[in-house]
Structures are given as C-alpha cells and as structure tokens.
C-alpha cells in the first residue's frame, strides 16, 4: 500500500470547537483499598467507568462499585437527566468482584443494552477471572441473568505484561451494523479467545482461539471493530516482550474464522493498549501507546490507518504533539469515529510516569486521519475535587463514546485515598463535527 502520508507535520494549526457541557457526578464512595486477599479484600470505593451514546444523544454509564462487588448501570438523555430512578445492578454477584465492563448501547425506545466484564471467580487455575455478559431489551431497567461466555480456569479477562505485572480488563465488545454481537478476551496464560452472537445476546458461539498458543507472548489487551460487511477486526499487543508489536486479524466471515494475523509495524519499542475502529469508507484506523524505552517508561500515542482492509498499514505517527514535553507520560488511547469520519483519541496524562494518571487528553481529525489538531485536555478530568484517576484494576479500558453526529461522551474515574471516589460524565458536541455528519 502506498503511503498515505505525504509529509511528516501531521498537526493543524486550529482545532476544531469542542464544546463541553458541565460534569455530571454519576457515582460517590468511599476511598480505601485493602491488601488482596481475593474475594475477601477490603475494597470500597467506586471505579472501572465504561460508555456508550446512542444517535439521539443517549449516554449509557457502566461502572463497578467495589464495595459492594457490582456492576451498575444508569442511562442519561441527550438533556443529561437521568432515565432511570436509580443505578440498575447488572451482575448481582455480590460475594465476587466484577471489574471493569465495556458496553454496547442500540438505539431505540427503549433500545438494548449489552455489556461484558471480568467476574474474579476462580475455577481451579492459578488466578481468577471468567467473562460474563448480560443484555437488557429494555433501556437498562431491567437485564437477564449473567452468561459466563468463557467458562475456563486460566484467568480470564488478565492482559498480562509480566510474570508479576498484568492490566485487568483485556476484554472487548463491538456489534456489527446487522445486530452481531462480538466479544473478545485474553488470558493470563495467554491464550485470545473469541465469541459472538446472531441472537441479540440470547447465547453465544464456543470460544474460537485466535492466538496465544505460545504462552511465552501472551496476547494482551484486545480491541473490535466491524465493517458495514461485518469484516471483523482484532487487534491485541503482546506480553513478556520488551519489543512488542501490535497485531491486527481479520475475519472475511463474520467472525466464523479468522485469518493469520499481522504485525502493523515492528517499531523497536513496546507497543501496547491498542484501540481499532472503521469508519463509513471502511478504512481501518489504529492508535496504540509506545515507548522506545521497553515497558514502564515514557509512553506517547501513535496513530495509522490502512485503505486495504488491513493488509498493510501506514507507518505509526505520534499523534501526542506538545504533550511530550509537558506530560512525562501519554499512555492508553482510546478510539472512536462519528457519521462524518472524524476521528477522537483519547488517552490518560501522566505528570509522573512512576505516579497514577491524573487528567485526560483528547485530540482529533476531520480528514480521515491525514492531521490532527493539537492535543488538548479534556475539561474537568484534571480539576474535579483532588485525586488520581481510578481504575485501580487496570487502564486497559473504554473511556470514550462519540455518535453518529459528533456528539461526544467521556467517563473518568477519581480516587482520593480516604477521602472519596467518584465516577464523572463529561459531555461535549464537536460543532463542525455535527455539520459535516448532518450532510452524509
């Protein structure tokens, strides 16, 4: 594939408006976190927020409320009004912890409501942890019993990095534009396991293996995206390696089977948290964190995008701009695309790369990925009331939602050890954004 990128300034000169409505406090608690003692531990405090809009502006909010060892959920209208009259407990499993959900939101009145996360039950292997799933077809007031999609011993839902280190969380979920759903996982020995389903939720496919079989590269960190063909996309990064690439798989299939995967680039440094989307053109667009360092060290945000369905890809460009000099560290991105193909990255701003994130960055692209416009930060996730962003369990995470006309979401997480954690909705409206998805 030729080169998309002709030159290497890659920044506008003016961002586009962005204007943010005022914070919505979703959840509060309390802020303390006991030594592990598996499903013993004193945890209390609320985390692990994850979103999804709908395109009549819709916003539904997932988080874990530690104490009480659950997953919750509450919808907001495009008024950023509560829907229902309180939180609606999604995994009613309240002797396990449940860690860091992602979401699928459908439109509709009401619409459906499907979200995945990591249960630490332990099944016999050496660490915890089995994917649940669970839908409500009612606007969220309501959701079936928990599924366990993967029904294993090895540590499900474990993107190790590590023998000793690993992100909680290395799930993700996508539907394709004909309702399947696609859900997708890793575990701690490394193995990527891969599911869906044709009945709206109603049950899912035997987990296919896409890759890991050799434990000493466990995949790590996966991430879906689908095509108005239903093409589906897997990209993941891998752990015990220094030197990790990102890899990308493609299903021609509808996730039937998959192809042999592919490395986007070999850097020479570690590549991790990728995030993969397709826009309306079906070009693929990736973002990843890199450090040339090898792990633990200073992290920026790369960018690249393939015009040939994933075959090849554009060389990673660093997206992070001027936040290499005034943050030490610009880790985990996260992706979306609106109706027009603007494109919005977001990732976690580290003052001290040694020290918990505090605050979010966001840049975008109106021209498919050809600039970007200066990075900025995301208002109120660096001032609410003092503290680090949560997720406690891992960063890797969906923090970002955008819909078909540009409208954005964005959830955070603060902890203030024995103060307070609170959960925050940060809503905005990218104004050219709406324009250009309002003409398609």
Request: with cysteine; proline share 7%; glycine share 10%.
């Amino acid at each position: 594939m030729a080169a998309l990128i002709a030159a290497p300034a890659c920044v506008r000169a003016e961002p586009p408006a962005v204007t943010w409505d005022a914070p919505i406090e979703v959840a509060s608690g309390e802020a303390y976190q006991g030594p592990w003692r598996m499903n013993r531990s004193q945890f209390f405090f609320v985390d692990d927020p994850t979103l999804a809009i709908d395109d009549m502006g819709n916003v539904g909010v997932s988080w874990v409320d530690q104490s009480r060892k659950d997953v919750y959920f509450q919808l907001y209208g495009s008024d950023g009004v509560t829907r229902l009259r309180e939180a609606i407990n999604v995994s009613r499993t309240p002797t396990i912890f449940s860690w860091l959900p992602r979401m699928v939101l459908t439109p509709g009145t009401p619409g459906s409501v499907y979200i995945l996360w990591q249960e630490i039950v332990f099944s016999g292997g050496s660490h915890g942890g089995e994917i649940f799933f669970a839908r409500s077809r009612d606007g969220g007031r309501s959701f079936d019993a928990p599924l366990n999609l993967s029904n294993s011993e090895p540590g499900d839902g474990k993107g190790r990095l590590t023998r000793r280190y690993w992100d909680n969380g290395s799930l993700d979920i996508a539907m394709g534009p004909r309702g399947t759903l696609y859900a997708a996982w890793t575990e701690y020995d490394g193995a990527l396991w891969f599911s869906r389903s044709t009945n709206a939720g109603e049950s899912f496919t035997e987990p296919l293996r896409v890759a890991g079989e050799d434990t000493t590269q466990p995949a790590r960190a996966p991430s879906l995206a689908a095509d108005a063909d239903d093409t589906v996309y897997l990209a993941w990064t891998v752990g015990e390696n220094p030197r990790a690439d990102i890899h990308v798989a493609r299903s021609n299939d509808g996730g039937r089977s998959f192809g042999a995967p592919r490395i986007v680039s070999a850097t020479g440094g570690h590549s991790d948290a990728p995030k993969i989307v397709v826009d309306g053109n079906r070009m693929v667009h990736l973002v990843h964190a890199e450090s040339p360092e090898g792990p633990f060290n200073r992290y920026h945000v790369r960018y690249t995008r393939s015009d040939d369905g994933g075959n090849t890809f554009d060389e990673p460009r660093d997206i992070t701009g001027s936040y290499r000099q005034r943050y030490e560290s610009n880790a985990f991105p996260a992706l979306a695309v609106d109706g027009a193909g603007t494109l919005f990255v977001l990732w976690e701003l580290y003052s001290d790369r040694k020290a918990r994130s505090r605050g979010l960055g966001l840049t975008l692209s109106t021209d498919a990925g050809e600039t970007f416009a200066p990075p900025s930060r995301v208002p109120y996730t660096t001032d609410p009331p003092p503290g680090d962003n949560g997720s406690r369990q891992g960063l890797l995470m969906r923090k970002l939602a955008v819909n078909h006309a540009g409208a954005i979401a964005v959830v955070n997480s603060t902890f203030k050890s024995d103060q307070a954690s609170r959960i925050w909705l940060v809503r905005g409206q990218c104004a050219p954004c709406a324009q250009r998805a309002n003409r398609k």
